[in-house]
T-cell receptor, first 115, second 114 residues
């Protein structure tokens, strides 16, 4: 079945460092890809998304490009801030036989940014 | 604009007790609604989804159930809680059924079963 694999955390960086969180997926169809962020004690917020191959999603300085050839959707940010400390989830959706779409999540990567 | 609410924010319940978690969406009509569970240190798992009033589909067998008594209300229930039901429960909604639709999440309910 469809699945998402993320790099294990925690990832610990100093402020202004470059961030990469790897995400690869397995899907039989043509999924849409998402990055969600979860701040401590809160629900999930959409960070960015891409709906077809070679699309680049971007938001708040974060970017990810939908790479069909490598089945990847790596999250990057050029200069992280302490406020970026959170858990980041890579996810995909595709249609299922029941006629609905389901988000399939990776396990999440915890990012800790220190001053 | 649309907002999604979950109630309560936190809950501590003894094993064997009943459960009722509520999710409501404002500012939209006929949303598709979802219940997810996040176990400690793990990703999220879809439990139930609903495309309309009274229409519930279950993803995994468990001692939980869901109901949708009104268009914008989604309830997660259990008659007898298990220790393994502890976790963070998230409700989400989408405007349609397209895979490109973003799922918008509520603030969550943290359930601890003792």
């Amino acid at each position: 079945g469809d699945s998402v694999t993320q790099m294990e955390g925690p990832v610990t960086l100093s402020e202004e460092a470059f961030l990469t969180i790897n995400c690869t997926y397995t899907a039989t169809g043509y999924p849409s890809l998402f990055w969600y962020v979860q701040y401590p004690g809160e629900g999930l917020q959409l960070l960015l998304k891409a709906t077809k191959a070679d699309d680049k999603g971007s938001n708040k300085g974060f970017e990810a490009t939908y790479r069909k050839e490598t089945t990847s959707f790596h999250l990057e940010k050029g200069s992280v801030q302490v406020s970026d400390s959170a858990v980041y989830f890579c996810a995909l959706t595709s249609m299922f036989s029941g006629g609905y779409n389901k988000l399939i999540f990776g396990a999440g990567t915890r990012l800790a940014v220190h001053p | 604009s649309q907002t999604i609410h979950q109630w309560p924010a936190t809950l501590v319940q003894p094993v064997g007790s009943p459960l009722s978690l509520e999710c409501t969406v404002e500012g939209t009509s006929n949303p598709n609604l979802y219940w997810y569970r996040q176990a400690a240190g793990r990703g999220l798992q879809l439990l139930f989804y609903s495309v309309g009033i009274g229409q519930i589909s279950s993803e995994v067998p468990q001692n939980l159930s869901a109901s949708r008594p009104q268009d914008r209300q989604f309830i997660l229930s259990s008659k007898k809680l298990l220790l393994s039901d502890s976790g963070f429960y998230l409700c989400a909604w989408t405007p349609g059924l397209s895979p490109t639709d973003t799922q918008y999440f509520g603030p969550g309910t943290r359930l601890t079963v003792l």
